[in-house]
């Protein structure tokens, strides 16, 4: 087996893809470009310094510009308020009865579930909003009109 530069730099880029495969690091997969412009600088016949010039801009690059689009980013919500992890969250039920103490036992999806009111005011009976789902109790707040 021929242990050239390229070669070796084609294993670098496995071996960063596996890990990557491994860990679930998006950063591992824009390393591994750089190892493969590091293969692809070594076929073209640039020497060491050349060919890590290339991996360290190329992997470098991708990076800093994955960072950056990273950081623009809105925060996720955390799981309990997010509609795209918990479906729950924004559909409207019916609160025939308000405790005093801002809890209520509804119907919902065929079960029986607490809820806490969490909007401002008193709770009144009628539509609401779920807003979170705390454990296996419903949050709610009034449903706009």
């Known amino acids: 087996m021929d242990w050239s530069a390229p070669t070796i730099w084609w294993l670098a880029a496995g071996v960063l893809v596996a890990a990557e495969l491994a ?3 998006f950063y591992l997969l824009m390393l591994a470009l750089g190892a493969g412009a590091g293969a692809l600088a070594a076929h ?3 020497a060491l310094t050349g060919q890590m010039a290339a991996a ?11 960072y950056q689009r990273r950081r623009r980013q809105p925060a996720a919500l955390p799981a309990s308020t997010n509609p795209d992890v918990n479906l729950d ?3 409207l039920v019916q ?3 308000w405790q005093p103490d801002g809890t209520a036992r509804i119907q ?3 079960s029986a579930w607490d809820v806490r009111h969490t909007g401002g005011g008193v709770p009144v009976a009628g ?4 807003r979170a789902v705390e454990g296996n109790r419903l ?3 009034h449903a706009p009109r």
């Open 56 to 66: 360290a801009l190329l992997g470098g690059g991708a990076v800093a510009v994955w």
């Open 127 to 130: 539509p609401h909003v779920i």
């Open 44 to 46: 073209a016949g640039l």
């Open 95 to 97: 609160v025939p009865q």
């Open 139 to 141: 949050l709610l707040e």
């Open 23 to 25: 860990t679930g690091t």
């Open 89 to 91: 969250v924004g559909a």
């Open 108 to 110: 919902y999806r065929g």
